[in-house]
Structures are given as C-alpha cells and as structure tokens.
C-alpha cells in the first residue's frame, strides 16, 4: 500500500457527461500526477500539480483540468466525455525530495464512457 | 517526445527460471530509470530505481543499466507464479516535471 488514496473506485458515465476523480496523497507528499491508462498501455501523464499550481501538462486537452488544495489532495475533471476517455484515471504523489522522479500510485478510478 | 520501447509479450518462463525484462530509451540524456510491476486489475507499484551504469539488486530482482545502449533490464530470479504481471519500465518525462513516461509493458507469465 502506497498510502495514496482515490475515490471513486469505479464509475459509469453517459457520452457527454462531466466527472470529477478524486486522490488523496502520501502523507508528506506536495506533488500530484494524473495519469491516464487505456486497456493494453502503459499511463499517459495528464498534468501534474506542485503546491496547489499546475506544473506542467501532458498531451491531453483543456477539458482535462484539475485541483490540489492546501492538503495536497487533487481533483481531476473531465468536460464533455468521450469514448476514448474510458480508462483507468492513476493519481500518483511524489515526495518533496525535488531531486526524486518517485511516482507512488493509487489503486485507480476505472471510467467507462457509453 | 521521450520513448521507451518494450516488448510486449507474453514472455512465458517455468517456475524456478530466471525471467529477462528488457526495456529501451530513446533520449540518451536521461538519468533515472524505473520499473513497476502492475497485477491484471491494479495500479502500478513501484519495485526497482536505478541511476547509475551497472547492476542494481534488491531481493530476486536485479536492474540492469547501459547507458552507452540505453538499455536497461530487469531480472527476476527464481520465478514465481506470483511475478504474474505486466512489468512497466519509465524514465522522467523532462527534467521540469517530475513525472514519467512509460513503456506498454512486458506481460510476464510463470508457469508453474
């Protein structure tokens, strides 16, 4: 166990919809990835948050936005849903070594899109 | 656009054997290097780093870098049914963000 934490585990949602993923970070950890994982690949950096600021993006588009807040948990939301967004949404935190590219994941929010 | 390449597999060793994990990287700059092992079903965990030319071990696993050949593997020892996974090797993305870009995974089967 990493000791970061997600929610939803699983969701289903319509082609169109909004959602919102939610993580909670290592104790003592200040930095947040998003990764997102379709079936047979290996995770795709979303973005990536550093005290509450987004510090840098993937190529992902701007209906993919996120949140951390004082606590260093994240959010990530997804506007007008797509097929192709069915995937496992990963949240991963780092520790605050800025030397140190760590990624310690959570067990994953399984999105499906109909 | 960083790249790692792996095999995808199924690479298929019986009980008891040792199993090659092999991964290759496309930018020669890069300095760290990490695999993970994923379950059918779960997140990825974190089982080896290496930064340095050489041989690391930790346990059965044993992590192998050249940089010369950008080209770094994973051993596992004595196999077991258990290493059933899809091992993930990633290098850092770039040097402003500290996270990774991965390869698709080699599918590890241990016959037993």
């Known amino acids: 166990e990493t000791g970061v934490t997600q929610s939803p585990t699983h969701l289903i949602k319509t082609r169109g919809q909004q959602v919102t993923l939610r993580c909670s970070s290592q104790?003592?950890?200040?930095?947040v990835s998003w990764y997102q994982q379709a079936l047979g690949q290996g995770p795709q950096f979303i973005f990536q948050?550093?005290?509450?600021?987004?510090?840098g993006r993937g190529n992902f588009p701007p209906r993919f936005s996120g949140l951390q807040f004082p606590n260093y948990s994240s959010e990530l939301n997804v506007n007008a849903l797509e097929l192709d967004d069915s995937a496992l949404y990963l949240c991963?935190?780092?520790?605050?070594?800025?030397?140190?590219?760590?990624?310690?994941f959570g067990p994953g929010t399984r999105l499906t899109v109909t | 656009q960083k790249e790692v390449e792996q095999n995808s597999g199924p690479l298929s060793v019986p009980e008891g054997a040792i199993a090659s994990l092999n991964c290759t990287y496309s930018?020669?700059?890069?300095?760290?290097f990490f695999w993970y092992r994923q379950y059918s079903g779960k997140s990825p965990e974190l089982i080896m780093s290496?930064?340095?030319?050489g041989d690391k071990e930790d346990g059965r696993f044993t992590a192998q870098l050249n940089k010369a050949s950008q080209y770094v593997s994973l051993l596992i020892r004595d196999s077991q049914p258990s290493d059933s996974a899809t091992y993930l090797c990633?290098?850092?993305?770039?040097?402003?963000?500290?996270?990774?870009?991965f390869g698709s995974g080699t599918r590890l089967q241990v016959q037993p």
């Open positions: 990633a290098v850092p993305l770039d040097t402003g963000r500290r996270a990774l870009t």
């Open positions: 991963a935190s780092s520790p605050p070594d800025r030397g140190s590219y760590e990624q310690y």
């Open positions: 930018d020669r700059g890069s300095q760290s």
């Open positions: 104790s003592g950890h200040n930095t």
């Open positions: 948050y550093y005290r509450e600021e987004e510090n």
């Open positions: 290496i930064y340095s030319n």
